[in-house]
């Protein structure tokens, strides 16, 4: 089978803008934050919710562990784990918290954290530490680019001059990113989880971007603790993901939210009913996992990541700069770019307001902005419904307002020049 390319994308490019439900002014490059869902989604959420209105009571005393069940089982089928090992929550920070408020922390744990981690995630384990006596971080400082060998080894070195301290306490728990946000790299996953769990270290995989985007094979991976976005690239409705728990594991860990359930149902049915809101987001991951069959996985991987490699490319050719990193698989479907800002102290980009706002009325666009390794970067989704042209136009525009800054850079330089030779 031939898998479709930028070149040659086949039933991908613009023509599935008809499937989503887009402005026709607006084009989405930041698919990765807040996912969007085709329209045949939309259609199954609705059928959810009809369905539920018909008779309120049927449906959440009688129907709906059943519904979120059957769901369960077609996403642990999907990432290739036990359907007992998976439930269905909010997203990912609310599994995290879930995971990490149930543990009980003892003085002298340690909780290792990327410095790369998302910031909901390193404020979970910031909290946890504030709550607890001497439960403190240890951080893994991770600048890239990086090779998979370098990331490996430097997290290990971390755990090792931590042991060498032989102070009494231990690494308990590490949080590792599949994919990470900001810079958006795929990480060796495996490598990192055999080899903190080596030491006896508990490992929680943050997933949020993975689903979707990257095969994930749980039984493989063999990790404690896995959470993943299901609003992200796997199109189902926001507020919808799924939390790994191994069966080892869960008789400890409880819903953020406490119920009736808790002490009662056992570890399923607690999470299956955190109260009453609509469940039909979580449910609509069926209405994903059916679009995504019309194309099959690998040809909507095959494209994305084509198009976020390419297209990166693009467009750090228009800037005159580079790309992060030129290792093919450590780029999912997010391509990360650098602006060639000569201040990246700029007061204009002190907050991310000003980008934020030239991109949305400008352009009516919007990519992420943020600083990594000294430098200023730009974080672009590829999506199934983008072309290489996408990213040329967004290569223009991001030039257009770097040269701005640095115009104003330039003659800030030359005003403190001329106060000079006063």
Known sequence: MTLPTPANPGPFGHKQRKNFLFDDNFTNYNHGSYGSFPKSVQENLLKWQNHAE???DRWVRRELKNALTKVRGQVAEYIN??????VLVQNTTV???????SIKFVPGDRILQLSTGYGAVNKTIEYICDTHTDVKVVEVELVHPQTD???VHLIEKTVQDHLARKDGSRVRLGIIDWISSVPAVVLPVKQITDMLKSYGILVCVDAAHAIGQVPMDLRYLDADFVITNCHKWLYSVRGSAALYISKKLQKDIHPVTITAEYKVGGFHPE????????YANMLSIEGGLAFRAQYGDSAIMHYCHRLAVEGGQVMAHILGTNVLTTIDHQTGFLANVRLPIKDINHPKIATPNFLIEYQQDKYNVFAPLYKHGGCFWTRVSAQIYLELSD?????HILKEVTEMLNSETEEGEKGKGAKTSL
């Open 54 to 56: 018909l008779n309120p």
């Open 81 to 86: 784990c036990d359907v007992d090992e998976l």
């Open 95 to 101: 599994g995290i918290n879930s995971v990490m408020r």
């Open 149 to 151: 060998h370098a990331i």
């Open 271 to 278: 999470f299956a009913w955190v109260g009453t809101l609509d």
């Open 391 to 395: 990213f040329v136009r967004l290569g």
